[in-house]
């Protein structure tokens, strides 16, 4: 049976097919059209899947969207009639944006793919997303919690997963918590308000946070009730998201926290005002953790289950994921490594056909590489007609001399297989680079990723060397397999891993098994017998305001517009060389500070 999986118009459209049980292919959109976040119907992404499998959309038994748009289009209409007149003005524009054409998904896919619409099927939004994290982990029965900003009506459900012995699969999603109480728009509202971009930039008020105290909890207690049943409501006099689209914190808000921060301001967290921002971000981590904590604690209670499966935009925190596996009781924590709504793509699929095509359980593959494949004579063929230094190696060689660039203080591009489904780099579409110096994170930061100064890197360590370096707890790899996990880096450790060790001592490390990404274990193995420190600086191969690249002529690009030394793809290595014309650099604005960066440690 082959069942196309669509998630698409709000934000990270992605296609995922599932051919007898198993996913074959994962792609989010913004990959191929190349416009990050595209949130538009992912055709780019369903030719990719469909061409891979050599199938025509005639040949699929069903298409299942992640969501139900009329359910969506009841809460628009609902939250606008509570809230007029206030909303009257924000409907149009809500029915625009935030709904766009998904109350007419039906007729927009029969007509995009040609397939009758009686194949065409809908999920609901957090089942997609319980059935992403439950149906592509490695345990027979969990619980199951999703969170994030908002669904059909849902915001955060609880419940159950099993896959019994005559391989029948169940999900049961038993409570929830309906919008306006949303955490993920609790976390957004203060995204907007700390001058960052909503469904985009959450990860940076993590970062900032570590630079605060929650100074705040007295007014967060004032804006988020807790309720006696482990549940919360937010107090609508403080939010303006469920009533218009313009702004989404109030003038309370605002009276209560102080001005909001100007997005073109900088933030320097050694100044008064620096310091309250970063306080402000502290508060709401602080918030967001302990409420997940409570909850998540309850349901290993109520389900006396021992494994929990967590997805849904929220479970991008890693560090409120870390503390849930401290503190809820669970033995282990699966974060998928799509948490978010592309995920939800996959989920789709596997949920329609688990539980409605009702097909027996398969075991689902442990990693996140279900995309387009990096061909290495693509990049060969394009760097020698550039006039650069290529090498083809065999794989030894390869190894040892990427090591020896690591070693000798280079940043490199590696690309290798299939690149990853979901939002984190975990080894095949990679920037790379040596841990030990700060310096290294603010040439990173500086030259490549336009970045600000207060945001991490994360480093990637073989799961046998983990424990040397990082204070994992019991479960805390499995958390680390997929980056969704934040830890502490060992005291002792922490100077020497300058550029991953975040302000607070801790890092977002990918503890990697040698089966997941061999080549880049083998990387990691051979850069520790140079220097000592099996562990790699890992971020995503891209530039800022782009996605991930893909493939490897856009890594090629890459390469060539910014400060990495050295590129990888396959069995071919390609080195910046010293005298590049600057002909064809000159529309970068980077490129005179990547000169002087690289002369200095070529
Ligand atoms: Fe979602």
């Not at 199938?55 to 992640?66: H, I, Q, R, T």
């Not at 606008?80 to 409907?91: D, E, G, M, V, Y």
């Not at 320097?268 to 005002?273: L, Q």
Request: proline residues 5%; aromatic residues 8%.
């Amino acid at each position: 049976m082959k069942i196309l999986g669509i998630s698409a118009h709000y934000h990270d459209s992605a296609a995922a097919l599932v051919v007898d049980g198993m996913p074959v292919c994962a792609v989010q959109e913004e990959r191929l059209s190349r416009k990050k976040g595209d949130a538009g119907f992912p055709l780019s992404a369903i030719e990719w899947c469909l061409d891979r499998e050599k199938l025509e959309p005639s040949d699929l038994d069903a298409v299942v969207f992640y969501e139900r748009g009329m359910l969506k289009f009841d809460r628009i209409l609902t939250c606008t009639l509570r809230a007029f007149p206030r909303s009257w003005r924000s409907f149009p524009h809500a029915m625009k944006n935030t709904l766009g054409e998904k109350v007419w998904v039906r007729g927009i896919i029969a007509s995009h793919l040609g397939v009758p619409r009686s194949k065409i099927l809908f999920t609901d939004h957090h089942a997609s997303h319980a059935a992403a994290a439950f149906l592509t982990a490695p345990t027979t029965r969990a619980a199951i919690m999703t969170a994030d900003g908002v669904g059909e009506w849902a915001t955060l459900t609880v419940g159950r997963g099993e896959r019994r012995a005559d391989g029948g699969t169940h999900i049961t999603l038993s409570r929830e918590i309906r919008f306006p109480h949303s955490l993920g728009m609790l976390y957004s509202t203060f995204t907007a308000y700390l001058g960052f971009k909503v469904n985009e930039d959450e990860y940076k008020v993590m970062g900032l946070a570590s630079y605060g105290r929650p100074t705040m909890m007295e007014q967060l207690q004032k804006v988020v009730r807790r309720l006696p049943d482990g549940g919360f409501a937010l107090v609508p006099e403080y939010f303006e998201f469920q009533t218009t689209a313009d702004r989404s914190y109030s003038s309370k808000f605002v009276d209560l926290f102080g001005p909001p921060r100007h997005p073109y301001d900088p933030i320097d967290v050694h100044s008064s005002e620096g310091q309250r921002l970063a306080d402000c971000a502290a508060s709401v981590q602080r918030m967001v953790e302990e409420i997940l904590v409570d909850i998540a604690a309850r349901l290993r209670r109520e389900t006396g289950l021992r494994d929990l499966c967590f997805a849904g935009g929220v479970a991008l925190n890693g560090v409120a994921n870390a503390r849930i596996l401290r503190e809820a009781g669970f033995d282990r924590v699966f974060v998928p490594p799509a948490p978010g709504d592309a995920g939800c793509a996959l989920g789709a699929a596997l949920y329609a056909d688990r539980i409605y095509f009702r097909n027996p359980d398969r075991a689902v593959p442990d990693h996140p590489f279900w995309g387009p494949a990096v061909d290495g004579h693509e990049l060969a063929r394009a760097a020698r007609e550039d006039s650069q230094d290529v090498d083809e190696l065999d794989e030894t060689r390869l190894i040892e001399r990427v090591a020896d660039d690591l070693a000798a203080g280079r940043i490199v591009g590696w690309m290798d297989g299939a690149s990853e489904f979901g939002p984190r780099a975990l080894g095949h579409r990679s920037l790379l680079a040596a841990p030990q110096s700060a310096d290294t994170r603010d040439r990173l930061n500086r030259d490549i990723k336009r970045r600000e100064e207060f945001r991490p890197f994360a480093p990637v360590v073989p799961a046998e060397r983990a424990d040397r370096f990082f204070d994992l707890p019991a479960g805390g790899a499995r958390l680390a397999r997929y980056m969704s996990g934040v830890f502490p880096v060992r005291e002792e450790w922490r100077s020497r891993l300058a550029a991953v060790t975040h302000v607070d001592g801790s890092a977002r490390v990918q503890v990697l098994e040698r089966d997941m990404a061999p080549r880049l274990h083998a990387l990691l193995e051979a850069y520790g017998r140079r220097t000592g420190v099996p562990v790699l600086l890992n971020t995503s191969f891209n530039v800022a305001g782009e996605p991930i690249v893909t493939h490897a002529l856009e890594g090629y690009l890459t390469f060539r517009r910014c400060g990495i030394d050295t590129l990888v793809a396959g069995s071919t290595v390609v080195t910046k060389l010293a005298g590049t014309p600057a002909e064809s650099l000159k529309e970068s604005g980077a490129w005179a500070s990547s000169t002087e960066a690289a002369s200095t440690v070529v």
